[in-house]
């Protein structure tokens, strides 16, 4: 079994910044992706950012050049660095792996909340 654990979530003022953490522990042979997922209220779940081991990323495009995902993959851990917010980055933000430790399988966190409010 894999768990996620995520830190970093908050409140903040519009133009302001926050760092989420997500780290990785279990029975783990590598993870070949991961990422943030967010949900606002009454909207489906969407990709936020995705990074693969060999540091290919992706990024929806209403955070490209505001939000930087990084790993260190000694540690099993991915950061979403978050500048620049807007009210409507307001959701829950998911970390989200690939896990490879017999068959791949994909693995959720229980979710941070991040609020962008004045």
């Known amino acids: 079994q894999v768990q996620l654990v995520e830190s970093g979530g908050g409140l903040v003022q519009p133009g302001g910044s926050l760092r989420l953490s997500c780290a990785a522990s279990?029975?783990?042979?590598?993870?070949?992706?991961m990422g943030w997922y967010r949900q606002a209220p009454g909207k489906q779940r969407e990709l936020v950012a995705a990074q693969t081991t060999g540091n290919r990323t992706n990024y929806a495009d209403s955070v490209k050049g505001r939000f930087t995902i990084s790993r260190d993959n000694a540690k099993k851990t991915v950061y979403l660095q978050m500048n620049s917010l807007k009210p409507e980055d307001t959701a829950v933000y998911y970390c989200h792996a690939e896990v490879v430790y017999g068959p791949l399988a994909r693995y959720w966190g229980q979710g941070t909340q991040v609020t962008v409010s004045s």
């Open positions: 279990g029975s783990i042979f590598s993870i070949p992706t």
